[in-house]
């Protein structure tokens, strides 16, 4: 699994061997997670078009799949807004995903393999390379291949792009909160995570689990406080 941008084989940064629409939507998602394209930015069908060198199809389908998953708010005849962060959205998320990841752990400490082990090692050494780093966007994406590792590990992987459809509010709420979490708390707690698993104590790998994904909206009032203009209460 890999969570790379389709910039690859032609010059509007498209493969164009793959279907168009999936692309713009993924090279999309990531802006806007990133908040490269913040809450309220206005995106034009037809300056995405000339971007890409696309007829107004693929364009439109992205925008629509983008919409279902409450990224985007299309307003016919007048413009497409980036969705501002919806609160209760998030939290349902997070409880899915909190429900579904803690099974995960709990499940995988109870049979722990030292092969797996060794993988979520090594993506979370990834992690700890970026601590440093001024940037977040890489940061973000190692986080979510370590997740992913979970969900394969158990045999879940169809599983995943589910939550991923229905993350997008508490992503972006993990990506304004981050700065003051600091990238070092993730990666302690994935370190506890794996330490529960390894452990072979599924109890210890759940509540790991349970500190880690719970840390954004705990800190939710703050976030809203700091940036008004970027959620929806």
Known sequence: MTSDLPFAKHRS??????????????????????????????????????QFGLSQTPVRDALMRLEEEGL???????????????INL????????????????HELA???DRRFISRLTAANEKLKALVSSNEYGDFLRRDRDFHYILYEEAGLEDIWPVVR?????????????????GKARVV??????????????PQRAEEAMKIHLSGTLSMVDSIVERYPDFVQL
């Open 90 to 105: 998030a939290r349902q998320s997070h409880f899915m995903r909190r429900a579904v990841e803690q099974e995960i752990v």
């Open 13 to 50: 940064g498209l493969d164009r061997t793959r279907q168009i629409a999936p692309q713009i939507v993924e090279y999309l998602r990531e802006k806007i997670l990133e908040l490269e394209l913040a809450p309220g930015t206005a995106l034009s069908r037809l300056e995405l078009q000339k």
């Open 188 to 201: 302690d707690n994935h370190d506890a995570i794996i330490e529960g698993i390894a452990a072979g104590v």
């Open 72 to 86: 985007v708010t299309v307003y016919p005849q007048y413009a497409t807004l980036v969705s501002k962060i919806d």
């Open 165 to 181: 459809r229905h993350s997008g509010h508490i992503d972006r709420l993990r990506r304004l909160n981050l700065p003051n979490v």
């Open 110 to 112: 109870s049979r722990p």
